[in-house]
């Protein structure tokens, strides 16, 4: 009979250590390892229009430093003889490039021989432009206008400033 004794005691010690090491544990595992053969794949996603948008202003605010638009300002000047002139500045932007000019002095076309000169000259110097690469100097031997000029250019880029 001291047989049993050895034998339950040796069923119990079997049973407990399966029990540990077999049934799985209470914590949480590690997460396997990437293999070699695990693959990444793209999922592309319907956009709504909406989000497209939102993506292109993303897109937009991190390459330009102004809004594409349309801007006019007006700046003042006088002559030599004291007359007092305005210039009207419209300037179109596209990722902030100048794709359109327009100048009008005291809100009609070229009134002066400077105003002409400055007219036949300014287009060529303006547009295609980076408006931060622009700064004219006395165009067409206009140096008021083109002082003038360069005050609208200022004023419309804080206005176009994102």
């Known amino acids: 009979?001291?047989?049993?004794?050895?034998?339950?005691?040796?069923g119990v010690v079997v049973i407990a250590g399966f029990v540990?090491?077999?049934?799985?544990?209470?914590?949480s595992p590690e997460p396997p390892a990437p293999s070699a053969a695990t693959t990444v794949t793209d999922v592309a996603l319907p956009l709504t229009p909406s989000l497209e948008?939102?993506?292109?202003?993303?897109?937009?605010?991190?390459?330009?430093?102004?809004?594409?638009?349309?801007y006019t300002t007006h700046a003042s000047y006088y002559t030599p003889k004291r007359q007092k002139h305005v210039i009207s500045?419209?300037?179109s932007l596209q990722d902030d490039v100048i794709t359109a000019a327009d100048v009008q002095y005291d809100s009609a076309a070229a009134k002066t021989p400077s105003h002409t000169r400055f007219d036949g000259a300014?287009?060529?110097?303006v547009l295609g432009v980076e408006m931060d690469d622009l700064d004219l100097s006395r165009v067409g031997g206009a140096s008021l206008t083109t002082t003038a000029f360069n005050e609208t250019l200022a004023d419309i880029a804080s206005?176009?400033?994102l």
């Open 1 to 10: 009979m001291p047989l049993i004794p050895i034998v339950l005691i040796i």
């Open 20 to 27: 540990f090491f077999m049934l799985p544990s209470r914590q």
């Open 53 to 70: 948008r939102r993506i292109e202003d993303v897109v937009l605010l991190q390459t330009n430093t102004y809004r594409n638009g349309t």
């Open 89 to 91: 500045v419209t300037l």
């Open 122 to 125: 300014y287009e060529s110097l």
């Open 159 to 161: 206005d176009a400033s």
